[in-house]
């Protein structure tokens, strides 16, 4: 899903202008599945439905920052989020987490062996954002190219891999394939992004589970 | 510490949680998603339960908001954030109607109930409510939206 369609650019220029029909547009085709996606962990129309009306507050508020990088549903949908936690922590249901592990303040998700702490790196918010776009480019490429030589096991297994964090042995049970199957359609996932890590000369030490293997020798 | 939720008890055991009948680990990337509000309902009460019941999950959290003050991407963070492989909503509403080759079909019911995308399962649910709901529901609602964020339109924008 790459940046904002044309048709949401000019919605959002137009809304910008304090176009009232426009406003009346985006509620029209957003406010359905905000309300479902609220609704879901709530289970209540009526709070749901106040959440929501905060969100499109939060998007006129936000407005001026929001610079169409982001899908216009993604933001929204982030948005949205935000004003449930929120909401779930008044009501004692979502527990509030520190803001760091300890007095360490990286926490334990360092790289092991040799390598240098990421948080060592002084890294602008471009910068970060410009090794994001890299690897969310190469991505979208990869998830294409499978889609369209119909390699939806190739693309599931990478899905459960990283979206969902789950070990080769359970990937291979849910898709019934074998553990050396994962294991190489993995390898060569990685393998590709790690070529773009160093073709596009981004630090290896932002993107610690490209390496986990090598680290662990 | 094992969840077993279709027997509803729990187990002590190593760090893992395991969320659903199939016996899965609780992962990094199931942490990460519950930090952004991604997962389904079910599997984001069944987090918090067990973030309340044993403190030291709190750790767990905190130290994934620490490797994103650092700059530390995670690929499935990236993946799921920017939506890369989500079906778009026309897709979906093909694949309610089962307008879609069967391979297509297989891939989507995947992604809504094995991978549990919030997203995906809200826009699902938005057009299935749509064929639900009077259009008399729906138009009041959009109009309440409407009357009460309206007025900061062009102050704010």
């Given at each position: 899903m790459p940046a904002s369609s044309d048709a949401d650019s000019l919605l959002i220029e137009r809304i910008r202008r304090g176009d009232g029909e426009a406003w009346n547009d985006l509620i029209t085709r957003y406010e359905g599945r905000l309300l479902a996606f609220v609704e879901s962990r709530l289970g209540r129309r009526g709070p749901s439905e106040d959440i929501v009306q905060e969100a499109f507050l939060g998007f006129l508020n936000s407005l001026p920052n929001?610079?169409?990088?982001?899908p216009l549903e993604s933001y929204l949908f982030s948005i949205c989020a935000y004003k449930l936690t929120d909401h779930l922590r008044r009501e004692g249901r979502r527990p509030a987490v520190p803001?760091?592990?300890?007095?360490?303040?990286?926490?334990?998700?360092q790289l092991q062996g040799s390598a240098r702490p990421a948080s060592s790196i002084v890294r602008s918010g471009e910068r970060k954002e410009l090794e994001e776009k890299a690897v969310m480019e190469a991505l979208c490429d990869q998830i294409e190219r499978w889609r369209e030589r119909g390699e939806w096991t190739k693309l599931m297994c990478a899905e459960l891999l990283f979206v969902r964090g789950w070990a080769n042995k359970e990937v291979a049970e849910e898709l019934e394939i074998s553990e050396q199957q994962v294991a190489n359609y993995k390898f060569d996932f990685i393998a590709r992004l790690r070529t773009l890590v160093r073709d596009q000369e981004l630090s290896q030490e932002v993107f610690p589970e490209l390496y986990e293997e090598e680290a662990n020798k | 510490m094992t969840l077993n939720v279709a027997k509803g008890h729990c187990v002590i055991g190593v760090w893992s949680l395991v969320v659903s009948p199939m016996s899965r680990r609780l992962t990094n990337a199931d942490l990460e998603a519950y930090l952004d509000e991604a997962l389904s309902a079910e599997e984001m009460a069944l987090i918090e339960q067990e973030v309340r019941a044993r403190p030291e999950l709190l750790k767990r959290l905190a130290a994934i908001h620490g490797r994103r003050d650092a700059g530390v991407h995670s690929v499935g963070e990236i993946w799921r954030r920017q939506r890369l492989s989500c079906p778009s909503r026309e897709h979906l509403g093909s694949y309610l109607l089962g307008a879609i080759d069967e391979n297509h079909m297989v891939y989507i019911e995947f992604h809504l109930?094995?991978?549990?995308?919030r997203y995906c399962n809200s826009n699902l649910g938005d057009l299935r409510r749509q064929q639900e709901e009077t259009v008399e529901v729906i138009e009041s609602r959009r109009t309440k939206y409407f009357q009460s964020t309206a007025g900061h339109l062009r102050r704010k924008s």
């Amino acid at each position: 899903m790459p940046a904002s369609s044309d048709a949401d650019s000019l919605l959002i220029e137009r809304i910008r202008r304090g176009d009232g029909e426009a406003w009346n547009d985006l509620i029209t085709r957003y406010e359905g599945r905000l309300l479902a996606f609220v609704e879901s962990r709530l289970g209540r129309r009526g709070p749901s439905e106040d959440i929501v009306q905060e969100a499109f507050l939060g998007f006129l508020n936000s407005l001026p920052n929001y610079d169409g990088k982001r899908p216009l549903e993604s933001y929204l949908f982030s948005i949205c989020a935000y004003k449930l936690t929120d909401h779930l922590r008044r009501e004692g249901r979502r527990p509030a987490v520190p803001l760091s592990a300890g007095s360490d303040s990286t926490g334990d998700w360092q790289l092991q062996g040799s390598a240098r702490p990421a948080s060592s790196i002084v890294r602008s918010g471009e910068r970060k954002e410009l090794e994001e776009k890299a690897v969310m480019e190469a991505l979208c490429d990869q998830i294409e190219r499978w889609r369209e030589r119909g390699e939806w096991t190739k693309l599931m297994c990478a899905e459960l891999l990283f979206v969902r964090g789950w070990a080769n042995k359970e990937v291979a049970e849910e898709l019934e394939i074998s553990e050396q199957q994962v294991a190489n359609y993995k390898f060569d996932f990685i393998a590709r992004l790690r070529t773009l890590v160093r073709d596009q000369e981004l630090s290896q030490e932002v993107f610690p589970e490209l390496y986990e293997e090598e680290a662990n020798k | 510490m094992t969840l077993n939720v279709a027997k509803g008890h729990c187990v002590i055991g190593v760090w893992s949680l395991v969320v659903s009948p199939m016996s899965r680990r609780l992962t990094n990337a199931d942490l990460e998603a519950y930090l952004d509000e991604a997962l389904s309902a079910e599997e984001m009460a069944l987090i918090e339960q067990e973030v309340r019941a044993r403190p030291e999950l709190l750790k767990r959290l905190a130290a994934i908001h620490g490797r994103r003050d650092a700059g530390v991407h995670s690929v499935g963070e990236i993946w799921r954030r920017q939506r890369l492989s989500c079906p778009s909503r026309e897709h979906l509403g093909s694949y309610l109607l089962g307008a879609i080759d069967e391979n297509h079909m297989v891939y989507i019911e995947f992604h809504l109930k094995t991978i549990g995308c919030r997203y995906c399962n809200s826009n699902l649910g938005d057009l299935r409510r749509q064929q639900e709901e009077t259009v008399e529901v729906i138009e009041s609602r959009r109009t309440k939206y409407f009357q009460s964020t309206a007025g900061h339109l062009r102050r704010k924008s």
